[in-house]
């Protein structure tokens, strides 16, 4: 269970610094793309104002408009742009390619065409960024070239990404080193938790074993009374809920605790079931069960058979008078489902639902006293299906019915 947690604690670890860093690398990235193409429609707007030009350094006015101040006055030696003006019929009519070297007149004919079929009126083709705008003549096509900050984004981004997953892995290691030491407290505590436990259900044993004595020598005295038939059934009932006790402390510790060997499920729980059909008629209640045969499962029989022999119990225990009982055994796909269901006293609500398994939880104190509950068997149960690498599960359908189902990798 603690090695459980400390992977758990781990894994949890490792995904919230996952989550952080991965809207960290992304934020940064997408804020620095977004100044790449602010900056880029910025030129060309300016550009497609003056039809093709940059106005004049200093903020004088330009054929179409004037530069405005947030402009650096190297914008105009530093950009490499083009323009092409089509006609409405898709013919160039003019081209400029005076304000770049990489590009001739055939290619930027070629990117305007390509660029004219799109939809958008603004976005990315290749390396350089286009803006359509149009006139009186036809549709003016500008692109600018993002060539080397659109190289410096490409660095930017496999550069964050390298050292988030070289933080991550080093966090990594980190968290592996010391969360033995984060956890070792709560380890200590549940292993003192444990060995208390068991050691105190020793050690009350032997009280209790003087108090039966005990009481059958007052018997052999006075005579059989009331008083004495109480001090028994108490005494009778706290030795079984510290035979549970220790049998949950040792379940808990370790599946490897175990002898884990492959067996014929479908016998065991046969064979767990038959002495329960004479306790259900004899309380008026009616037990059926469907056993599909020939299962197997890797596991501990003897736990196995522990474990219906809890369900049928408490499914005795908890059902009205007339009730059915129904146990199921089937395979389900890669799992065999075992299942017990049982009509109820009253309403069952979804919130004890979540708490059934729960140490001495009680949803009626009253109907548990009446019964003998102690309120730990499901909570063995739940251990033996947990130390088999299964699932346990509490539904009702209609708020009168209680079904636990518990769900087996088959072998």
């Excluded at 175990?258 to 329960?276: C, G, K, T």
């Amino acid at each position: 269970m603690i090695r459980k947690f400390r992977i758990r604690f781990i894994i949890l670890a490792m995904l919230s610094l996952f989550l952080l860093l991965t809207v960290i690398v992304t934020g940064m990235n997408l804020l620095n793309y977004r100044s790449v193409v602010g900056d880029a429609d910025e030129v060309l707007s300016l550009i497609s104002q003056n039809r093709g030009v940059f106005p004049e350094i200093g903020g004088g006015q330009g054929p179409g408009g004037q530069k405005p101040r947030s402009i650096s006055p190297e914008l105009p030696y530093e950009s490499r742009y083009f323009s092409v003006l089509l006609d409405s019929d898709g013919a160039v009519l003019r081209v400029d390619v005076s304000r770049i070297a990489s590009v001739d007149d055939e290619k930027a004919s070629e990117y305007a065409n390509l660029v004219a079929a799109k939809s958008s009126e603004q976005g990315f083709y290749g390396q350089f960024r286009y803006l359509k705008s149009y006139d009186d003549l036809g549709v003016r096509i500008f692109f600018l070239d993002c060539g080397r900050k659109l190289d410096a984004y490409y660095n930017f981004l496999i550069i964050s990404i390298v050292m988030a997953s070289a933080g991550f892995v080093v966090v990594f290691f980190v968290i592996v080193f010391f969360s033995g030491k984060f956890i070792r407290p709560i380890a200590e505590s549940y292993e003192k938790q444990k060995h208390f436990i068991t050691d105190a259900g020793h050690e009350i044993k032997t009280p209790l074993t003087i108090i039966n004595a005990n009481t059958d020598l007052l018997e052999m005295d006075i005579g059989e009374n009331e008083s004495l038939r109480e001090i028994r059934r108490q005494a009778k009932r706290l030795t079984g809920l510290t035979n549970d006790l220790v049998s949950l402390a040792r379940m808990e510790e370790s599946k490897e605790s175990m002898q884990m060997i492959e067996f014929p499920l479908s016998e065991v729980v046969q064979e767990a079931v038959a002495p329960f059909a004479g306790a259900a008629l004899a309380q008026n209640k009616q037990l059926i069960f469907n056993i599909q045969p020939m299962l197997t499962i890797k596991g501990n029989d003897r736990a196995i058979g522990q474990l219906v022999s809890l369900l049928l119990d408490n499914a005795l225990k908890y059902s009205p008078e007339g009730g059915v009982i129904s146990l199921e055994l089937v395979r389900q796909g890669k799992h065999l489902c075992l299942s017990v269901c049982n009509p109820t006293f009253g309403e069952i609500y979804r919130d004890d639902l979540l708490h059934v398994f729960d140490r001495f939880y009680r949803s009626d104190p009253s109907r548990n006293s009446q019964t003998g509950g102690h309120g730990i068997g499901l909570s063995i149960a739940k251990a033996i299906v947990t130390a088999h690498g299964g699932k346990i599960t509490a539904q009702t359908k209609d708020g009168h019915s209680f079904l636990i189902a518990a769900v087996f990798p088959a072998s």
